[in-house]
Nanobody
């Protein structure tokens, strides 16, 4: 069972950048499909970016395409989310998620139902 711990959140002004990290233990991130989700107050949790096992390909929500980049460092067993040109609407709690290979092949990567393990979240606040 993989354990996930996020870090790197904070407060930035619009147009700024942040890099979120998700350190994994108990399993190897390359054996999973990994993803970032976010949840703003009063809104449903939504998938932001995902990466298939082995880092073979990535998937992004339309709202972040071209601004966010998901990648992983297998040597550090860590998943990252580089967020550039941040907007106030990006303000949310960001969660790291692990999806088993089986579910990754059967379900959309950024669907809530695919996630097997969650991190505790890290807050991102973007001011205008």
């Amino acid at each position: 069972q993989v354990q996930l711990v996020e870090s790197g959140g904070g407060s930035v002004q619009a147009g700024g950048s942040l890099r979120l990290s998700c350190a994994a233990s108990g399993a190897t991130v390359s054996d999973y499909c990994m993803a970032w989700f976010r949840q703003a107050p009063g809104k449903e949790r939504e998938g932001v970016a995902g990466i298939y096992f082995g880092g073979t390909s990535t998937k992004y929500a339309t709202s972040v395409m071209g601004r966010f980049t998901i990648f992983q460092d297998n040597a550090k067993n860590t998943l990252y989310l580089q967020m550039n040109n941040l907007k106030p609407e990006d303000t949310a709690m960001y969660y790291c998620a692990a999806v088993s290979r089986g579910k990754c092949l059967l379900l959309p990567l950024l669907s809530l139902g695919a996630v097997g393990n969650w991190g505790q979240g890290t807050q991102v606040t973007v001011s205008s």
